[in-house]
């Protein structure tokens, strides 16, 4: 799994040992259940699913390791989720935000290579900071991102994103040492920019754009993938672009398609007012 997910399960069974204090080799399904009871109070189904399989899967190694012969949370049914429907963007407000940026400084031309990255790319927030120079093939138009579970993609890139990136690479920071010299963004101390840093970021340039709507980086992947289908992308092109294991993970986005002309249908139907 990737660091991200490996540290995610590890605070999530880590909050699990400190809600129910007890020898883990003993707890029971009771347990599991209480644990998640609480949980419900503060977090969404689709958080406690996560909690849940966190749990699960904390449960086999433990088997695996022979400390325990059942898992408590096999018995334990996972709130029912919905159908999952991102947030996303029209094409106007993503030209906003992008446009909200200014580009007078470094770091304006650095934010604003990122939103034109993310956008004309699709790529995830732990790909765009982790972005390398070497990995930049910007006269052949493409981008090598090295993916979820290290898995490589090769995925085209645009000329604005092209662009961007030159103005921003051509003032870049002195790297802080050798070890940041290929990350393409850096922060002004010369080191490699926090995931934290680039959802303040976006928060902030939707702010200022007037754009109302809950987002975060991963908005800008979602409106990626939204608008190459709504413009006729065909949906294996959008899933290897997204670097996604199955391509129903990339069906939400036909959803999301149709939800937009279901709403102008019902709209206009003479029936309907």
Not at 132 to 140: A, Q
Not at 204 to 221: C, D, N, W, Y
Not at 241 to 268: F, K, N, P
Request: contains cysteine; aromatic residues 8%.
């Amino acid at each position: 799994m990737s660091p991200n997910t490996v540290s995610s399960y590890y605070s999530d069974v880590k909050d699990l040992l400190e809600v129910i204090p007890s020898d883990p080799r003993k707890m029971d399904t009771d347990d599991i259940e209480k644990y998640l009871r609480i949980k419900a109070e503060m977090l969404s189904k689709r958080s406690q699913a996560h909690y849940l399989s966190s749990m699960r899967s904390f449960f086999d190694w433990m088997i695996l390791e022979g400390e325990r012969q059942d898992n408590p949370c096999d018995n334990v049914d996972a709130p029912k989720l919905g159908r999952y429907l991102p947030a996303v963007l029209s094409v106007e407000e993503v030209n906003a935000i992008i446009e909200s940026v200014d580009t007078g400084s470094v770091s304006g031309l650095r934010d604003r290579a990122i939103l034109e990255v993310l956008y004309g790319c699709g790529l995830r927030v732990s790909e765009a900071v982790g972005l390398k120079i070497s990995s930049l093939y910007l006269k052949e138009g493409f981008v090598r991102i090295i993916g979820k579970g290290n898995k490589e993609r090769i995925v085209p890139i645009g000329g604005a994103a092209i662009d961007a990136l030159l103005a921003y690479i051509n003032s870049r920071p002195v790297p802080y040492a050798s070890d940041f010299e290929d990350f393409v963004f850096l922060n002004k101390f010369g080191k490699t920019l926090s995931r934290v840093a680039v959802f303040t970021m976006v928060k902030k340039q939707a702010m200022l754009a007037g754009v109302r709507k809950e987002i975060s980086p991963h908005t800008f992947r979602h409106s990626f993938a939204t608008h190459l289908i709504e413009n006729g992308a065909d949906l294996r092109v959008v899933q290897e672009m997204l670097g996604h294991e199955s391509i129903l993970t990339t069906e939400i986005y036909t959803h999301i398609d149709s939800s937009t002309w279901q709403a102008a249908v019902l709209e206009h139907h003479p029936r309907n007012k």
